[in-house]
């Protein structure tokens, strides 16, 4: 599905029914171990749980009244101590690059974005040909940084991993594309929501979730150096990204809050551990801010500690927030920064804008469409 402009897609839900779904356990959030076990309470076989999976993740059933191979009886009992979650598209926007952003309405009423992003060359090590989800985890965000709009109007909640999921699966339903790549770099810090993340990318992962492969993961953090460390210890190869922003304290002090509490040092020794546990490259992803952090100093203090990680770096020109001062450098200025990481045999990309048009940069339109209902009410 191609998508041109601004389609608004409201949907309501009665407080009757929130309240009724509000006392009863996501479905979606279980792993198959638990819903057999759940299903040996209800006396029923084991193999149930493989068909109610297969009806959420591959055929897609919004009820279990739909799952016609199982006995009604047994329909009628998940219902009563079941959910089965759908978030509500409010708004979806197409740029002419066919990027789509996606702004969901989950059922307490918060907004969180999700975005497809269209075939793209090495984007975070992956195929070119890769339909990539970027997806949020929490409503908002903690950590504050100063170039970001997700932060903004703070934290709120952490999102559950069947709302995780819901985002891969909404998006797949709306745009009529398989996604095949995840990207966890949307709104919201994933190691600070650890335990569900993980949760739903078991989920995602598994043969009787979506069947994403691990190596096509990969979860973005801000620095928090100790769920580096907790995470290199999952037995998944889930890939890493580092949003460092900044090759010196100095830099990232300035713009990312969270290097006061874990500095550059400590980073990259929780980098450091990461790459050894895993065995695989991790990714730098570093915004280019005009006269902030796109120096020649920077780009050579940043070479340094790719060569230290053997990391691969993704240079991304700042998208322009409404109400922050900052701006991206000159397409002469990016072009030299990037030459200086490759001259030194630094792995090195420039992303070109994807979704620029459409304000796609993490928390735009969730603040822009939150505004314009508090101006309406």
């Given at each position: 599905?191609?998508?041109?402009?601004?389609?608004?897609?409201?949907?309501?839900?009665?407080?009757?029914?929130?309240?009724?779904?509000?006392?009863?356990?996501?479905?979606?959030?279980?792993?198959?171990?638990?819903?057999?076990?759940?299903?040996?309470?209800?006396?029923?076989?084991?193999?149930?749980?493989?068909?109610?999976?297969?009806?959420?993740?591959?055929?897609?059933?919004?009820?279990?009244?739909?799952?016609?191979?199982?006995?009604?009886?047994?329909?009628?009992?998940?219902?009563?101590?079941?959910?089965?979650?759908?978030?509500?598209?409010?708004?979806?926007?197409?740029?002419?690059?066919?990027?789509?952003?996606?702004?969901?309405?989950?059922?307490?009423?918060?907004?969180?974005?999700?975005?497809?992003?269209?075939?793209?060359?090495?984007?975070?090590?992956?195929?070119?040909?890769?339909?990539?989800?970027?997806?949020?985890?929490?409503?908002g965000c903690a950590y504050?940084?100063?170039?970001?709009?997700?932060?903004?109007?703070?934290?709120?909640?952490?999102?559950?991993?069947?709302?995780?999921?819901?985002?891969?699966?909404?998006?797949?339903?709306?745009?009529?594309?398989?996604?095949?790549?995840?990207?966890?770099?949307?709104?919201?810090?994933?190691?600070?929501?650890?335990?569900?993340?993980?949760?739903?990318?078991?989920?995602?992962?598994?043969?009787?979730?979506?069947?994403?492969?691990?190596?096509?993961?990969?979860?973005?953090?801000?620095?928090?150096?100790?769920?580096?460390?907790?995470?290199?210890?999952?037995?998944?190869?889930?890939r890493l990204a580092i949003?460092?922003?900044?090759?010196?304290?100095?830099?990232?002090?300035?713009?990312?809050?969270?290097?006061?509490?874990?500095?550059?040092?400590?980073?990259?020794?929780?980098?450091?551990?990461?790459?050894?546990?895993?065995?695989?490259?991790?990714?730098?992803?570093?915004?280019?801010?005009?006269?902030?952090?796109?120096?020649?100093?920077?780009?050579?203090?940043?070479?340094?500690?790719?060569?230290?990680?053997?990391?691969?770096?993704?240079?991304?020109?700042?998208?322009?927030?409404?109400?922050?001062?900052?701006?991206r450098p000159s397409l002469?200025?990016?072009?030299?920064?990037?030459?200086?990481?490759?001259?030194?045999?630094?792995?090195?990309?420039?992303?070109?804008?994807?979704?620029?048009?459409?304000?796609?940069?993490?928390?735009?339109?969730?603040?822009?469409?939150?505004?314009?209902?508090?101006?309406?009410?």
């Amino acid at each position: 599905m191609t998508v041109r402009g601004n389609i608004d897609l409201h949907h309501s839900r009665s407080t009757a029914e929130a309240d009724r779904r509000g006392n009863l356990r996501e479905i979606k959030s279980l792993l198959l171990s638990e819903l057999q076990e759940k299903l040996r309470e209800f006396a029923e076989p084991s193999y149930r749980a493989g068909q109610i999976m297969n009806w959420l993740y591959e055929k897609r059933a919004s009820g279990f009244e739909e799952m016609s191979d199982l006995p009604q009886a047994l329909r009628a009992r998940l219902a009563e101590h079941f959910s089965v979650s759908k978030l509500h598209v409010v708004r979806v926007l197409g740029s002419h690059d066919t990027t789509l952003k996606f702004l969901f309405r989950l059922s307490d009423g918060n907004l969180i974005e999700s975005v497809l992003i269209p075939a793209s060359p090495a984007l975070y090590g992956q195929k070119s040909d890769r339909r990539t989800a970027c997806v949020s985890t929490q409503v908002g965000c903690a950590y504050g940084c100063k170039f970001c709009a997700s932060g903004l109007d703070g934290f709120s909640s952490n999102l559950s991993a069947n709302e995780i999921v819901d985002q891969i699966i909404t998006i797949e339903s709306a745009s009529g594309q398989k996604i095949d790549n995840i990207v966890f770099m949307g709104m919201g810090e994933p190691l600070a929501n650890f335990d569900n993340v993980m949760r739903a990318i078991r989920i995602l992962n598994a043969p009787w979730g979506l069947g994403i492969g691990a190596r096509h993961i990969t979860v973005s953090t801000s620095g928090l150096a100790p769920q580096i460390r907790k995470l290199a210890d999952e037995p998944l190869q889930i890939r890493l990204a580092i949003s460092l922003h900044g090759a010196t304290d100095e830099v990232r002090n300035q713009i990312m809050p969270i290097n006061r509490r874990y500095n550059l040092e400590a980073l990259l020794s929780a980098c450091d551990y990461f790459v050894e546990r895993k065995k695989q490259r991790l990714t730098f992803e570093y915004i280019l801010i005009a006269r902030v952090n796109d120096t020649g100093e920077q780009a050579h203090l940043l070479v340094r500690h790719a060569h230290r990680l053997s990391a691969k770096v993704n240079l991304i020109p700042y998208n322009t927030v409404q109400g922050l001062p900052w701006s991206r450098p000159s397409l002469n200025r990016q072009e030299k920064f990037l030459s200086t990481l490759r001259r030194h045999g630094i792995s090195a990309t420039l992303r070109r804008e994807k979704g620029g048009d459409i304000d796609a940069a993490c928390g735009q339109l969730r603040l822009q469409t939150k505004r314009e209902e508090l101006a309406s009410a």
